[in-house]
């Protein structure tokens, strides 16, 4: 029986409308597979017993730490484009929603219109405090591990922030704790906070090494 | 817990858990049912009202979250139906319906407060938020611009 | 309307809704502001046909009261009990004008209530777009030419002159020759005591004394919708109600099999526990089954529900599978079925044929997803029974109470509020049994919500459809042979032991559609129900007519030929078709005489025309916008679309313009109809898109907006241009017809701009969005 088969590629169609050549909306799927057996994030004592050489560990740990960073839970909220992304297959945020011009929604459809500082009681809308998107600056979906890295170290790029506020800043931020208290059945980001701040940490001591542009977790 | 807030311009003190949603603290508690539930999980827009001017979606919205600020819901939008939204949905027969109407208009009117003369973009992004099983859309459109003033192309 | 201490409630009754033993809060709104901040248009009409509708008691006091839906006081006020549900179509709008224009009246002095439930009133169903067109229109006239024959008889006794030689107009019986008149106020006290004409011997007046048919009339509901003062189901404020959701089995006659009743009653507010009766086949209107929470209001009675812990046994229907029965279907065409309508010899024509084409089309189970979802209050006060309904179908609702209850039904009232849409979900009266039975068992008034979650999962969902067309065409391209299989599990399953669709069912686009082929066959094909099928806008058209849509626009590219040709040449010339050019035996026409309302592609070559033309057919190859044509007869109606689709980043394809053309004979309230034609292409577009309800393990797997997913506003075309032909012709369907060309329109321009034949809905799901 003829039946329509299989996906039509978006690029068959011919012009596909860009906001800006960087913030053309992200792929479909992530650029490497959200792993959802594994809860697991290394320690710094992993790599300390393992990797013996102090930059070849700041890279492996700042690797580590993007298991994090583009996990869906975190990578959803930090786009290229104009609108985040939902769900671990990362397809786009429905309802439609858009950055504005202070990365808090537009008019009418803020993020905060919906997301609530506090989780909800029967309510599916992800909750936590201050719920936005990252600026464009801090765009992370479809970046390296290298590009990432460098953009954190950068006070340009990084909210103007010292490397020891970074790792502040992954300890105790409420919006970054949310992505491993995501409720409603979502899959959390590997690992605690907790964890995740002492990675940062580890990677901050060990001389904030990026890794390699080619390399990947 | 007594919650105490103010909605269209009225104090209340409502003895309800600081969690419950603003939406039903509406409905239920102080009858003023012109905001709808329409999904309970912030998805259709039918139970938007604004709080200190932002539009909120009362049904996943803590009452708690209104203590201290002004609540405006439909029926607080104007005293007397005269809102200009109001008078240019009237004049183009907008709804059909009109069970989202009330949480179209409060984010209209929200969307003309912050952007007087918006885009045809802007009105859709605005509003991407309110479904209209009915499909009104092409007269909610219309309606915005003429309340804004914008003539017809 | 008595002036509330608050701001005060539009019920479509009026105040049949109790008043509220706390108030509505501090806004007052006063009548004449109300009126007077209206936009006035429509030559000053719109002024005072904003007026909320006087309760039917109030109405009750002197004055004269010629049939149970008119009511016309010493002050000469008007009031006309509308007794048809509204839920958007503007039916409260439009009914109305018809009979005030017979009567005679000035429409700003006339208001407009709801009737209950009560066959006195004749057919309320609202339900098959029926409520101007068949017998209906005539109906609606005589209403308003009884009292007119009544108020002339009493002017022309008081002037002692003949009753021919008077007439109405603008509120007021007027003696032609010497102009002399006066008003009905004045007349109502002497006409009550006249005999009442029987209905059926009144004369209608001249059609073009009929001043509103056919023009625009505002929407008199308008000023309460936008000020929140609309009283929908969940509105209704009866003293000492308490709240109550429902946990249904998720699977269709499902049943708890562990619940933990502690859990739910230790919530603050949650009052009681009500197990529900288990639902057996045939469903029908029982209600679902499951545990029930009761409680003080709707947030307790929700967090009481989700505290409940419920195991569930899942009954024998456990396996339903929407995948797995896609194939059961494609199955089911793969054999042939009961045939129900032949012309010809389709098979010898098959086997002459120089080229034979065949494709199948799948369209899975719709649901309604109202924006309301259902929410019914009643109350039992000694013995006497009132619910307040969103129900399309307020005799049935009163029906099924009273044989729930087990008492008569002049035990129990049904009152009609406004409905937040509908398309067919609320004239099924299972939530009414559901209300009911819980506030019998709460002994205190009961307000039923359910949750969207609740409407999701629990719709009489529109029956999914697997269709086999093939089509043989001679050396010339011509088509000689066209067979059509179709397989659905129909209505009927919902009600009885029912494993195939009817000849009754087929009428819906199989057997009245009119096709210039000289040998023709269809056939009924087998589908088991797994789960409630009930009616949804426009019904079995929705897949019949994407399927014949889309099968001739295949035809048409197959043989390098402009869609609109071949969808003429397809038709056929304009031609009434009777049972024998059909082939059929018997054609209930949606309960129409085909002397009336044959089938004429005359009417659907007509359209097709209009709506071409509007859409510059002729320039359709553009770069990177394409457009797609379909045509469809249902209700009685014909309409025909065209859609402009290009693509689009985040949905794969967006429908960039749309033209929609409805012949519907003579029509009441053209606002309306552009309105409900706009809607219907919104309604296409869900449904083409992003429709579709599917089960796995027995269960619906959808349960909100997120993924029961509906056009928003962005899915919308910004140039739209609907349009109804003028016609004199009797009156048809509305509310429906329109919706059924959109989607395989839509379709058939995917396929011109992408080269992809998408013959599977939703279409998102064939782009990965």
Redesign the interface.
């Known amino acids: 029986?003829?039946?329509?088969v299989g996906?039509?590629l978006?690029s068959?169609?011919?012009?596909?409308?860009?906001a800006t050549p960087q913030s053309a909306?992200p792929p479909?799927a992530a650029a490497t597979p959200v792993d959802k057996t594994s809860g697991d994030l290394r320690s710094p004592a992993f790599f300390e017993a393992t990797v013996p050489d102090r930059v070849e560990r700041s890279r492996a740990l700042f690797l580590e730490a993007t298991r994090v960073f583009l996990h869906p839970r975190c990578v959803n909220c930090h786009p290229a484009g104009d609108s985040p992304m939902q769900g671990d297959a990362q397809?786009?945020h429905?309802?439609?929603v858009w950055r504005g011009s202070e990365d808090r929604g537009v008019v009418g459809m803020e993020c905060t219109s919906c997301h609530q500082d506090q989780k909800l009681?029967?309510a599916r809308v992800p909750s936590a405090p201050m719920w936005r998107l990252a600026p464009r600056v801090m765009a992370w979906a479809g970046q390296s591990a290298h590009g990432i890295c460098e953009q954190i170290k950068d006070p340009a790029r990084n909210g103007g922030r010292t490397l020891d506020r970074i790792v502040e800043h992954s300890a105790h931020d409420p919006l970054v704790a949310w992505g491993w208290t995501p409720g409603a059945g979502r899959v959390p980001a590997p690992g605690t906070q907790a964890l995740f701040a002492e990675i940062v940490r580890a990677w901050v001591e060990s001389g904030a090494e990026c890794p390699a542009e080619e390399a990947r977790r | 817990m007594t919650v105490k807030l103010q909605?269209?311009?009225?104090e209340h003190a409502v003895d309800v858990?600081p969690d419950?949603?603003l939406l039903?603290v509406l409905?239920?508690?102080?009858?003023?049912?012109?905001?709808?539930?329409?999904?309970?999980?912030a998805?259709?827009g039918?139970c938007a009202v604004h709080l200190d001017g932002q539009v909120v979606r009362s049904c996943v919205t803590p009452v708690q979250r209104a203590e201290g600020r002004a609540v405006t819901?439909?029926?607080?939008?104007?005293?007397?139906?005269?809102h200009p939204?109001?008078?240019?949905?009237?004049?183009l027969?907008?709804?059909?319906?009109?069970?989202?109407?009330?949480g179209q208009?409060m984010t209209a009117a929200a969307l003309l407060a912050g952007k007087p003369k918006p885009t045809?973009d802007e009105?859709?992004?605005s509003?991407?938020?309110?479904?209209?099983?009915?499909?009104?859309?092409?007269?909610?459109?219309a309606a915005i611009r003429k309340a804004a003033g914008i003539a017809d192309d | 309307m008595t002036e509330g201490s608050g701001?005060e409630?539009t019920t479509p009754a009026g105040d049949s809704r109790e008043a509220?033993a706390?108030?509505?809060?501090?806004?007052?709104?006063?009548r004449r502001?109300?009126l007077a901040?209206?936009?006035v248009?429509l030559g000053g009409l719109a002024l005072g046909l904003?007026r909320r509708c006087a309760p039917a008691a109030a109405a009750g006091g002197a004055g004269l009261e010629p049939n149970v839906w008119l009511h016309i006081a010493v002050d000469g006020t008007v009031t006309y009990l509308c007794h048809r549900s509204?839920?958007?179509?503007?039916v409260r709008s439009s009914l109305f004008a018809l009979v005030a224009d017979e009567l005679g009246a000035d429409l700003a002095r006339v208001q407009v209530g709801q009737a209950d439930g009560d066959k006195k009133y004749g057919n309320q169903n609202t339900d098959g777009s029926s409520s101007v067109r068949g017998k209906a229109f005539e109906d609606l006239r005589r209403v308003g030419a009884t009292a007119r024959e009544m108020l002339v008889a009493a002017a022309a006794q008081r002037w002692r002159v003949k009753p021919e030689t008077c007439t109405t107009r603008d509120h007021q019986v007027v003696h032609v020759p010497t102009g002399r008149a006066v008003g009905f106020g004045d007349l109502v006290e002497q006409a009550a005591k006249l005999p009442v004409p029987k209905a059926d011997d009144v004369k209608l007046r001249p059609r073009n004394e009929l001043r509103h048919l056919g023009g625009d009339l505002?929407?008199i509901?308008?000023?309460?919708?936008?000020?929140?003062?609309?009283?929908?189901g969940?509105?209704v404020?009866v003293p000492g109600t308490l709240?109550a959701v429902i946990a249904r089995p998720p699977v269709v006659g499902g049943r708890p099999l562990r619940y933990d009743e502690s859990k739910a009653l230790a919530v603050?507010g949650v009052k009681k526990v009500v197990a529900m009766p288990t639902a057996k086949p045939p469903y029908g209107f029982q209600p679902w089954g499951g545990v029930a929470v009761i409680a003080e209001?709707?947030?307790a009675a929700?967090?009481g529900r989700?505290a409940l812990d419920i195991t569930w046994d899942s009954g024998s229907d456990g396996t339903y599978d929407s995948e797995a029965f896609e194939r059961e279907l494609?199955a089911s065409v793969d054999a042939p079925g009961t045939p129900v309508r032949n012309v010809g010899d389709v098979d010898g024509a098959f086997g002459k044929a120089a080229r034979v084409m065949?494709?199948?089309y799948?369209v899975p189970h719709l649901g309604h997803?109202?924006?309301?979802?259902i929410a019914v209050t009643a109350r039992n006060v000694d013995g006497r029974w009132e619910i307040w309904a969103p129900t399309q179908n307020p005799q049935t609702a009163r029906s099924i109470a009273a044989a729930t209850l087990g008492v008569a039904e002049d035990q129990v009232t049904v009152h009609v509020t406004?409905?937040?849409?509908?398309?067919g979900r609320k004239s099924k009266a299972d939530f009414i049994a559901e209300v009911v039975l819980l506030a019998r068992a709460a002994g205190a008034p009961v307000r039923l919500?359910w949750?969207?979650e609740d409407d999701v999962q629990h719709d009489y969902v529109n029956a999914v459809s697997t269709q086999r067309l093939r089509a043989g065409l001679d050396a010339q391209g011509k088509i000689t042979a066209w067979l059509h299989r179709t397989a659905f599990p129909p209505i009927g399953s919902t009600f009885g032991p029912v494993d195939r669709p009817s000849a009754d069912d087929l009428q819906q686009g199989v057997l009245d559609l009119a096709l210039d082929v000289p040998n023709v066959r269809a056939e009924a094909c087998a589908a088991r129900s797994h789960t409630r099928v009930g009616w949804y806008r426009s019904v079995y058209n929705i897949f019949h007519g994407f399927a014949i849509g889309s099968f001739v626009d295949e035809i048409a590219v197959a043989r390098g030929q402009d869609a609109r040709d071949t969808w003429l040449e397809f038709i056929g010339p304009p031609r009434p078709l009777g049972l024998a050019e059909l082939g059929v035996e018997r054609l209930r026409n949606y309960g129409a005489s085909l002397d009336e309302h044959p089938v004429d592609p005359g009417r659907l070559a007509k359209v097709i025309q209009r709506v071409t033309e509007l859409a510059r057919w002729s320039e359709r190859k553009k770069e990177?916008r394409a457009l797609g044509l379909a045509a469809h007869r249902s209700f009685l109606s014909y309409a025909a679309c065209v859609v402009a689709v290009v693509?689009?980043?985040?949905r794969?394809?967006r429908v960039d313009e749309a033209w929609l053309v409805l012949d519907a004979g003579t029509i009441v309230n053209a606002?309306?109809v552009r309105?409900?034609l706009?809607?219907?292409?919104?309604?296409g577009i869900?449904n083409a898109l992003f429709g579709g309800i599917t089960w796995k393990a027995g269960a619906v797997e959808q349960s909100?907006?997120?993924d029961a997913?509906?056009?928003?506003?962005?899915d919308?075309p910004?140039k739209?241009h609907v349009e109804f032909v003028p016609s004199e012709l009797p009156p048809c369907g509305v509310g429906e017809p329109g919706v059924v060309p959109v989607a395989p329109a839509i379709a058939n321009a995917v396929f011109a701009?992408?080269g992809?034949?998408?013959?599977?809905l939703p279409i998102a799901r064939?782009?990965?969005?």
Not at chain 2, 85 to 91: G, K, P, Y
Not at chain 3, 369 to 373: C, F, T
Not at chain 3, 678 to 683: D, P, Y
Not at chain 3, 766 to 769: D, E, I, R, S
């Open positions: 029986m003829k039946r329509f996906p039509v978006l068959a169609l011919g012009t596909v409308a860009c909306e479909r397809y786009l429905d309802p439609p009681d029967l | 909605v269209n311009g009225v858990d419950m949603p039903w409905r239920d508690v102080l009858n003023l049912t012109g905001t709808k539930y329409g999904c309970g999980q998805l259709c039918a819901t439909i029926e607080g939008l104007s005293a007397d139906g005269s939204l109001q008078r240019a949905w009237v004049a027969g907008v709804p059909q319906c009109g069970y989202c109407q009330a208009i045809d009105i859709d992004r509003m991407a938020g309110n479904i209209c099983r009915c499909g009104t859309y092409p007269r909610i459109r | 701001g409630r509220a706390s108030p509505l809060g501090p806004l007052k709104i006063s502001s109300v901040a209206m936009n248009g904003y509204e839920m958007g179509q503007g505002p929407l509901d308008a000023p309460a919708f936008v000020t929140g003062r609309a009283t929908y969940a509105d404020r709240v603050a209001n709707t947030w929700m967090r989700a494609a065949e494709a199948e799948h997803l109202p924006m309301e979802p406004f409905l937040g849409g509908a398309f919500q949750t969207r990177g693509a689009d980043a985040r794969g394809v606002d309306r309105a409900n706009q809607g219907a292409v919104v309604m869900s909100n907006f997120h997913r509906v056009a928003r506003i962005g919308v910004r739209m701009l992408t992809k034949r998408i013959r599977e064939a782009f990965g969005v």
